[in-house]
């Protein structure tokens, strides 16, 4: 079953709009051993590429308030995807808009320096998120308490376990209500409790307005969290319904 796009009726507010997006990336077709070793190669055009669709013609509408899930096997599709939404890579054909704001929590870890301390890259990451330093002073207890490690706030990020390293994450990017909250598996890591509580917390912004876009393997988080579903495979979209529906036929998939 394959519903190429959503029906918007006049009531709705699109806050993400995405229209035959692609993305295609070049890859090279034999693997170099320096990087002088590859612009020779280039220079001499000896260097062979091969076209990889990562995201084939995909157009789907979220409206405001709706907590929209994406789901498909690995390398699918899904967070290329998320990433071109967020703005971080441009489609390669069609076009991505997002109205208004946006958090996003797409890959674990971006926008850190492993050898700054927890502290100095919670002022690292809110500053490319846009906030001022006196917004992160006003608002650093807050996230610090969030992530409960208050007492790792000097260690250097690169001794920290990837679910303590998604707790500042989160922490950060929630810190504020945005339009559009991206999440990309981060809830997956680390401990249930710690998820629990980034539920609530997704939970609240939801009643406040917030939209959002979440990836994640596991149906049973997306069909607690989302009210509308995507399913993309082999970077086509596969199916898009309701949660039931959707998570159902996924479960259901045989590759």
């Known amino acids: 079953m394959t519903i190429p796009t959503d029906n918007i009726t006049q009531a709705d507010e699109p806050v993400v709009i995405v229209k035959n997006a692609s993305m295609v990336f070049n890859i090279a077709n034999e693997k170099m051993q320096s990087l002088k070793e590859y612009f020779i190669k280039i220079a001499r055009r000896e260097l062979m590429f091969k076209e990889f669709i990562a995201v084939d013609d995909v157009s789907f509408t ?13 390398g699918s599709g899904k967070s290329t995807l998320l990433k071109m939404i967020a703005g971080v890579l441009q489609p390669t054909m069609g076009s991505c808009t997002v109205q208004g704001s946006i958090s996003p929590l797409i890959e ?68 504020t209500e945005p339009d559009l909250l991206i999440v990309d598996e981060v809830l997956s890591v680390g401990d249930f409790l710690f998820q629990k509580k980034c539920e609530d917390r997704i939970n609240a912004m939801i009643e406040h307005g917030t939209t959002v876009l979440i990836v994640s393997h596991s149906t049973e988080q997306i069909e607690r969290l989302c009210n509308r579903v995507l399913w993309i495979e082999k970077s086509k979209m596969k199916m898009i319904g309701s949660v039931d529906d959707v998570c159902e036929a996924y479960s259901n998939y045989g590759g």
């Open 62 to 74: 979220v409206n405001k308030g709706d907590v929209f899930g994406l789901v498909g096997t690995n």
């Open 108 to 175: 674990l870890g971006a926008g850190f320096d492993s050898e700054l301390t927890a502290r100095e890259n919670i002022y690292l990451n809110g500053a490319l998120l846009g906030h001022s330093r006196k917004f992160i002073d006003e608002h650093l207890d807050e996230i610090i308490d969030f992530a409960e490690l208050r007492d790792f706030m000097q260690m250097p990020l690169k001794n920290y376990s990837s679910g303590m390293v998604a707790r500042i994450a989160f922490a950060i990017a929630t810190v």
